[in-house]
């Protein structure tokens, strides 16, 4: 094998590179503004284990409380917010990440003039 190849990872394929990234629209918040999925461009035969969406929230609005089976992080691209999340609070901002345990309540509210906009990569626990 050449120095260099990548020969070897064709039976074993622990890492893929994908295409361009696009999004469709998923639905609405009840007040804060839209979310888009991603459409992961990995074939139908080696599907990502996780899903992803973009989503935004208006200034002075809040997301809709969500609890779910699945665990999620979230990564603040731009904008500010106060996260609730089971019994606690914290202020996020640009490049913060917060992440959540299958079945935590979580919801944020845009306490900045911006719109607030993040990413949300989840996926469902190993023992699901």
């Not at 979230?74 to 202020?91: E, R």
Request: charged residues 20%; negative net charge; hydrophobic residues 40%.
């Amino acid at each position: 094998m050449r120095r260099g190849s990548l020969d070897h990872m064709r039976t074993t394929n622990p890492a893929m590179a994908s295409g361009a990234v696009t999004f469709e629209h998923w639905y609405d918040f009840a007040e804060g503004g839209p979310v888009h999925r991603a459409l992961l461009p990995f074939p139908s035969t080696a599907p990502a284990p996780f899903e992803v969406a973009r989503w935004s929230v208006a200034p002075n609005t809040s997301n809709d409380l969500d609890v779910h089976r699945s665990r999620e992080v979230w990564i603040i691209v731009s904008g500010t917010g106060s996260l609730m999340f089971a019994d606690q609070t914290a202020v996020l901002g640009a490049g913060d990440v917060a992440a959540f345990e299958s079945r935590v309540p979580h919801q944020i509210r845009n306490d900045g003039p911006d719109p607030l906009l993040a990413i949300s990569v989840y996926w469902l626990p190993v023992d699901d």
